[in-house]
């Protein structure tokens, strides 16, 4: 295989991984707008996974929530929500519990939208989302 196509090969995997994550946010966006609080979850749970290669171990803890952690019900629905209380975790513990799921919509749909903007920020920093203004293919192919 020569140089120039094992080149336009990385290139064509990674523009399949970035529009796997494009139709994956799309489908997030969809789902927020109808208030489709288990779709929202499917599909934000599809982008945790493609973004994870390139997660910090902090980073995915952060996203995935810590399970060292005791869940603090009162707190997480004080109306006084903290960024970091935005995590899978969490939003599991709120949307598995018939009751706590009817009680506390507001609250799982701003962890939701929080969690979101937490993993879009942490694409972009990685040049996950959008690619360099300076060097598009590059910032393509060094996935």
């Not at 995935?64 to 599991?92: S, V």
């Not at 799921?101 to 903007?117: A, P, Q, S």
């Not at 920093?125 to 996935?143: G, H, I, Q, R, W």
Request: aromatic share 6%.
């Amino acid at each position: 295989m020569s140089p120039d196509h094992e080149q336009e090969s990385v290139f064509n995997m990674a523009l399949a991984y970035l529009k796997r994550i494009d139709k994956l946010l799309y489908f997030c966006q969809q789902a927020a707008m109808n208030g489709n609080i288990d779709n929202w979850i499917n599909n934000l749970r599809g982008v945790y996974r493609e973004a994870s290669i390139r997660l910090t171990d902090d980073e995915a803890k952060s996203i995935e929530g810590d399970p060292e952690e005791e869940i603090d019900l009162k707190k997480l629905t004080d109306n006084k929500i903290e960024k970091h209380e935005a995590n899978f975790r969490n939003i599991y513990y709120l949307t598995n519990d018939r009751t706590l799921r009817h009680k506390h919509k507001r609250t799982i749909m701003f962890l939701l939208d929080t969690l979101e903007i937490k993993l879009r920020g942490m694409m972009q920093k990685k040049n996950m989302l959008l690619p360099s203004k300076k060097d598009p293919t590059k910032a393509v192919m060094d996935m």
